[in-house]
T-cell receptor, first 110, second 111 residues
């Protein structure tokens, strides 16, 4: 079983749609959680950190459920520029290394 | 302020050869981590360097080795290249436990 598992993609949605990505992690020692965005043939870039209380950044909302070891990302009012691969990432602070999911590809269509 | 830089951007090698990839961390960062990203997969942690020592290592064979220099820059060496080593190699730098920033990567093709 992979340490971080994500929804299989790709997700093809029209502009303006709301789309949700889910992720589960297996290591209960994980202490920090993130969503990264990766454009084609580019490096991953931090989209947002994820907190148990939930956090929002404009059209993006991230949620963490530690009991279920589940992380989510909601994108509202999708834009063409949101098309990318979204990577769910966890970090065990003791190891100081990031563990990535395989990513979910989002394609927003006009 | 330059971010994380990596060289070269692309590299083609043949099986059995050795390769060295280089990374300069973001200014002020003291920790460098290396990741391998195969096509269609998320990045996989190779190892991490801090204070010129390997501090953490992922599930990679000894063919993968590294070094960190006093100026915090780092090298990743891969010996006896296999076709399966073809991937995007990403360097990430951070200051201690702070968030990591990734470089643009080196795309290695092994023929």
């Amino acid at each position: 079983r992979k340490e971080v598992e994500q929804d299989p993609g790709p997700f093809n949605v029209p502009e303006g749609a709301t789309v949700a990505f889910n992720c589960t992690y297996s290591n209960s020692a994980s202490q920090s959680f993130f969503w990264y965005r990766q454009d084609c043939r580019k490096e991953p870039k931090l989209l947002m950190s994820v907190y148990s209380s939930g956090n929002e950044d404009g059209r993006f909302t991230a949620q963490l459920n530690r009991a279920s070891q589940y992380i989510s990302l909601l994108i509202r009012d999708s834009k063409l520029s949101d098309s990318a691969t979204y990577l769910c990432v966890v970090m065990d602070t003791g190891r100081r290394a990031l563990t990535f999911g395989s990513g979910t590809r989002l394609q927003v269509q006009p | 302020d330059a971010g994380v830089t990596q060289s070269p951007t692309h590299l083609i090698k043949t099986r059995g050869q050795q390769v060295t990839l280089r990374c300069s961390p973001k200014s002020g960062h003291d920790t460098v981590s290396w990741y391998q990203q195969a096509l269609g997969q998320g990045p996989q942690f190779i190892f991490q360097y801090y204070e010129e020592e390997e501090r953490q290592r992922g599930n990679f064979p000894d063919r993968f080795s590294g070094h960190q220099f006093p100026n915090y820059s780092s090298e990743l060496n891969v010996n006896a290249l296999l076709l399966g080593d073809s991937a995007l190699y990403l360097c990430a730098s951070s200051l201690g436990l702070a968030l990591a920033f990734f470089g643009p990567g080196t795309r290695l093709t092994v023929l």
